[in-house]
């Protein structure tokens, strides 16, 4: 019986691929024939390789936002919470003064914002994969949108660590999108906020 074997090759010189065949059969005179060819598999080569990297891309990218949601499950629980903490104790007996309410009201007002960022991050991400994602660029005033950020995070930093908004210029004007820059900052000054245990955190 006829037996074929192949394997891959590649051309050392140029590092082109291609399949070898072997095959040994009798020939005439019980002599036996040994023949090999090659067919050129480059092509083919370079495709599997765009397709197993396309596949690395997509399975990193999977876990990527897999740890996303993950983390943002647990993020969305913290502000969720304090609302939902605090508005049972404005209704409650227990709040008397009006300055507790007033403080209550600030605490659910920050939270609610946090929140409502954390959702707007996911929904980024689905617009990302979806190619929908759109910038608005329009003139903007960076000193407003900075003083914004730090009433927004001022209240939300540990014991003992302040916030500090450095407004080295006047009017400073731009040419941005607001809510893009803002969601900048905003997860610049969290990020340093979760790893500073004490001192400033500085941004302008």
């Not at 969305?76 to 007033?102: C, D, H, Q, Y």
């Not at 660590?161 to 731009?174: G, T, W």
């Amino acid at each position: 019986p006829t037996k074929v074997y192949s394997w891959d090759y590649q051309r050392p010189f140029d590092k082109c691929w291609f399949r070898v065949f072997s095959a040994a059969f009798a020939w005439v005179d019980g002599q036996m024939a040994h023949v090999i060819t090659s067919v050129d598999i480059d092509h083919q080569k370079k495709i599997e390789e765009e397709l197993r990297v396309a596949k690395d891309k997509a399975e990193h990218l999977d876990r990527l936002k897999s740890a996303f949601l993950a983390n943002m499950s647990h993020e969305i629980r913290t502000p969720l919470n304090a609302i939902v903490g605090f508005a049972k104790l404005i209704g409650s007996a227990e709040t008397e003064t009006e300055e507790e309410k007033e403080q209550y009201a600030e605490i659910i007002d920050t939270n609610s914002d946090l929140l409502l960022q954390l959702i707007n991050d996911i929904l980024d991400i689905s617009k990302i994969e979806a190619g929908t994602l759109e910038f608005k660029f329009k003139p903007m005033n960076l000193n407003e949108l900075c003083r914004s950020e730090y009433e927004v995070h001022k209240t939300r930093l540990k014991p003992g660590v302040e916030l500090v908004f450095e407004e080295k210029y006047e009017n400073v004007q731009i040419v941005c999108d607001q809510n893009r820059l803002a969601q900048v900052i905003t997860n610049l000054v969290n990020n340093a906020a979760k790893f500073t245990e004490s001192g400033s955190i500085r941004f302008g």
